[in-house]
């Protein structure tokens, strides 16, 4: 079973270090409103992630990967969603240019960043293609369930901590003063990047 693991942990390190729509988010998030935003936004991802688990482990993510219709439901979900983000990325931008005022940090809510990051990881129908597929092909059936749900917390805390790192490591001072100063342009860069991706899932 330690061989298992050792496959599946390896393979969820590469697939969260990829850039995508959490790692967007929780960048947009630390730049825009600080660490703790951040912070808050990776633990939202990392619960999403036992989402997915739960629903793997008792076999609802191969219907709905074989179900057409629940498949778009949520992949129409997950990018009209984004879209959102992105819409929001794009019109802080006037704001700050009305005002002129790049010294402020957003305010942004712990449990509204944790909504945020929970929501896009779970409307992901990439994260639920990946777990099917991780599992189906990793997991053997003859696992027992509680090494499973080992699994699935490991995953989850894992997927925490990796964020939480990227947050903390764009929350540094220096970071911060150079967003103050060019932020306008991230934001432009960041909701281009979220609406590529909501883009992507609806084609």
């Known amino acids: 079973m330690f061989s298992e693991f050792l496959l599946?942990?390896?393979?969820?390190?590469?697939?969260v270090a990829s850039p995508g729509a959490d790692f967007a988010l929780v960048l947009k998030n630390t730049l825009?409103?600080?660490?703790?935003?951040?912070?808050?936004?990776?633990?939202?991802?990392?619960l999403g992630i036992l989402v997915h688990m739960a629903y793997t482990l008792f076999g609802?993510?191969?219907?709905?990967s074989q179900s057409e219709i629940l498949f778009r439901i949520v992949k129409y979900s997950g990018a009209i969603y984004l879209l959102w983000l992105g819409y929001?990325?794009?019109?802080?931008?006037?704001?700050?240019?009305?005002?002129?005022?790049?010294?402020?940090?957003i305010t942004l809510s712990f449990f509204k960043a944790v909504?945020?990051?929970?929501?896009?990881?779970?409307?992901?129908p990439k994260v639920t293609l990946f777990f099917v597929a991780l599992f189906t092909t990793i997991v053997s059936v003859t696992t027992p369930?509680?090494?499973q749900i080992i699994y699935a917390i490991?995953?989850?805390?894992?997927?925490?901590?990796?964020?939480a790192l990227v947050a903390w490591g764009f929350s540094r001072k220096s970071v911060l003063i150079w967003y103050r100063t060019h932020g306008h342009y991230i934001d432009w860069v960041m909701g281009g990047f979220l609406v590529l991706i909501a883009a992507r899932l609806l084609t």
Do not use: P
């Open 32 to 46: 825009r409103s600080g660490k703790s935003a951040g912070l808050a936004t990776a633990i939202g991802v990392g």
């Open 154 to 163: 490991w995953l989850s805390v894992y997927t925490m901590l990796w964020f």
């Open 115 to 124: 909504r945020q990051g929970f929501v896009v990881n779970v409307l992901n």
């Open 60 to 64: 609802v993510a191969i219907l709905l």
């Open 145 to 147: 369930l509680w090494v």
């Open 88 to 105: 929001q990325c794009f019109s802080s931008r006037s704001s700050k240019e009305n005002d002129n005022n790049h010294s402020e940090l």
């Open 8 to 15: 599946l942990a390896t393979a969820h390190v590469f697939a």
